[in-house]
């Protein structure tokens, strides 16, 4: 097998031979048959290529990776400019017009070697170095005539999975708010945002479900990942029977649900008008989501630790986005080093030269420049 045809992974599932591309939000009903591996960008466009051959198990063989420098990474803020911008949000919440907004910089690198390169080769170094519960690669080359995608993502969280229940279909999420090193580092702060995002969750999944299913049914859980802690919560409910019979299940999830509320804060309509104000580039498929939809049943990822390639017309570049949730609470200099805990890892092992993945104490830049 090889990616000439394009290649998707989620979470041990692998797929290979891709053979069309839809815009899901003009087409939703095409998901409601045959495999199909998604991605959203943060900013609404929802992509799915759909994908003949799928396997639960041998992912493909995969080429080395040759990473960028190390010192060859520059941040879209630099920390004065992302401190400052913590300072604004909390200077809304003062004011009443949020309670919480996430802010995030994008991380690039220019990426030599191939024109394109192979996304198996990162998604490798990953699984090695990182292991994620909702690990995620889709790369759809341009040679194929589809439309191309080049994604890699390490993601510990659930935007929402759908499968059956016993009174019907089923759909589940899994927000994360609070991250630290170790439990200990863990706050009334992290505590507090993430009982916030768990009731816009349970805000979101009602606009979808029948009225009395949905529930809280995890709250605050501690869940271990490489190198840091974070707090985890379940929420899920039972679809609404013209959710389901609508022929636009998927238009009607995204419309309730998207962009995930752990990644863009509450009230969510106020958070993203901050979002577009704060952040000077796009998040793309950072903060949005990754996953598979098969026959009504899906799993997909909130799009974070999460790196994409495009040709930017001079070349090459990799991307990678981190961010933080900022309440009245937050301290900027402790957002700031927040983002720079979620990056050094996976920044670290995508910069490694070949060979076995690189001890992210080693330092790679997260682009403090």
């Known amino acids: 097998m090889t990616g000439d045809t394009g290649w998707a992974s989620f979470a041990g599932r692998f797929a290979t031979d891709a053979v069309e591309c839809i815009d899901v939000l003009a087409e939703p009903e095409r998901l409601e048959t045959g495999t199909w591996f998604v991605v959203a960008e943060f900013e609404g466009r929802t992509r799915a290529w759909r994908f003949t051959e799928v396997h639960d198990a041998g992912a493909p063989p995969a080429t080395t990776w040759h990473g960028p420098a190390r010192d060859a990474w520059t941040s879209s803020m630099d920390r004065a400019t992302y401190e400052a911008a913590v300072d604004r949000v909390r200077a809304y919440v003062h004011d009443g017009d949020v309670y919480q907004a996430n802010i995030c910089r994008v991380l690039s690198a220019p990426l030599q070697g191939p024109a394109e390169p192979d996304a198996r080769a990162l998604a490798a170094r990953l699984a090695a170095g990182n292991p994620a519960p909702y690990a995620a690669a889709v790369h759809v080359p341009a040679t194929t005539g589809l439309d191309p995608v080049w994604v890699v993502s390490a993601s510990p969280e659930l935007y929402l999975s759908v499968g059956p229940g016993a009174d019907g279909p089923v759909v589940e999420s899994g927000p994360i708010k609070g991250t630290a090193r170790t439990p200990d580092g863990l706050t009334e702060k992290d505590r507090a945002e993430n009982v916030m995002i768990t009731d816009l969750v349970r805000n979101d999944l009602q606009t979808v479900c029948r009225p009395g299913t949905v529930e ?100 090459g570049v990799l991307r990678f986005g981190t961010g933080a949730g900022i309440t009245w609470g937050s301290d900027p200099t402790a957002e700031w080093f927040e983002t720079e805990l979620k990056a050094e890892r996976l920044v670290a092992l995508a910069s490694a030269p070949s060979g076995p993945p690189a001890d992210p104490s080693d330092g790679a830049s997260t682009g403090d420049r």
Do not use: Q
């Open 216 to 315: 809280v049914t995890s709250l605050l859980a501690v869940e271990e990942h490489p190198g840091l802690v974070h707090l985890v919560s379940r929420v899920r409910g039972t679809l609404s029977d013209d959710v389901v019979r609508s022929g636009e299940l998927w238009r009607r999830l995204l419309a309730g649900t998207f962009p995930p509320g752990s990644v863009s804060g509450a009230p969510k309509s106020s958070a993203l008008r901050i979002i577009r104000e704060l952040e000077p580039v796009p998040r793309g498929p950072y903060c949005g989501a990754i996953g598979w939809v098969e026959d009504g049943r899906a799993s997909l990822a909130v799009g974070i630790r999460t790196f994409w390639w495009a040709d930017d017309g001079t070349g």
